[in-house]
């Protein structure tokens, strides 16, 4: 019961980001900006809880009882769930309440737009490619050769200043250039294929001119390219909201979540690094420039270049369709 029920609550979190918009309610740019970012912000700081969560259990022996402090823990946690219920049961003005309107042929309209077609089609780019090595690239942050402590530290750095310095400057820029927070996160490029090459191919594990520093300039590189990466899933939301109508943005977000659902498992199945970075995201560490020479390179393989080029296509994709469908052009 307890898995089934959180399936269930995971399948509906495209809801949690598109029925927090509504254009209807007269709401400006800069404030789903601000509520983006809150979003975004606040999910990666949970995500990363999680992860340490995760890593303290696999590092416990199958027969190690659990702590009893930690329903000290779990309880407050579930608490504060159901409280977050109520607020949103009884706690919405009315105008999330009310009934959606009727739309005529609503599926013709949604799959005209191009700008959907292409989002559905970076979700399969971006999944096939990137979701086979999504958990061992979380794992480099709490595996790094440094104190919990100075992790937990850079993570509120990142995750909460770097984070809330951005927040507000993307919010002020917002209010006069709308368009700057969605051309600005798909300028960033592949932040995530980025994160996953450093994570996971071990150039972050080695930084012999950093010194000591070494471990704590790969992590704060890390985090870092985690933010570049939230910035980018906020800004792409964002696309979304400025092209679409409230309802078009759930139903293609639903879409999305299936379709990167289907992805996943085939990519499991079929893809080169279903069981490990593989040569999509080689280990650097390995090659010899001496004695190898170029074609001994890791980075030679097929995969790793396709996988780049589809990320590298999805935001020449953005860039085009976005012109052509932006409602509020500079």
Partial sequence: AATWSYAVASSAAFLYFGLNFGEEAGAATEVWTMRACIVQGSQQIWVAALWYWGSELANQAKTTAPPWWIVLILWPLAIISLGFGYCLQWGLPEYYRQVPP???????????????????????????????????????????????????????????????????????????????????????????????????????????????????????????????????????????LQTLSRLHVCATLAFAQLIGCICVAVARATAPNRIGPGNVFPDASSWDFNREGISGSPMANWPFWIALTCQLVIVFGYFWFYRKEQLSRP
Avoid at 156 to 185: C, D, E, N, R, S
């Fill in 102 to 240: 009727a739309v005529p042929n609503f599926m013709a309209t949604l799959f005209r737009r191009k700008i959907v077609l292409w989002f559905l089609a970076s979700e399969i780019l971006r999944d096939y490619w990137l979701s086979g090595p999504y958990g061992r690239n979380w794992s480099f942050l709490w595996s790094a050769p440094i104190p919990k402590g100075a992790i937990l530290a850079l993570i509120i750095v990142f995750f909460v200043f770097v984070w809330g310095i951005l927040m507000y400057i993307l919010t002020q820029f917002a209010k006069v250039h709308t368009w700057l927070l969605p051309v600005f996160a798909v300028g960033l490029g592949a932040p995530r294929w980025c994160q996953m090459l450093w994570g996971t191919s071990s150039l972050a594990l080695y930084i012999p001119w950093a010194g000591n520093a070494g471990p704590y300039l790969g992590t704060s590189l890390w985090l870092w390219l985690g933010v570049l990466d939230a910035i980018q899933g906020v800004g792409l939301g964002m696309i979304l």
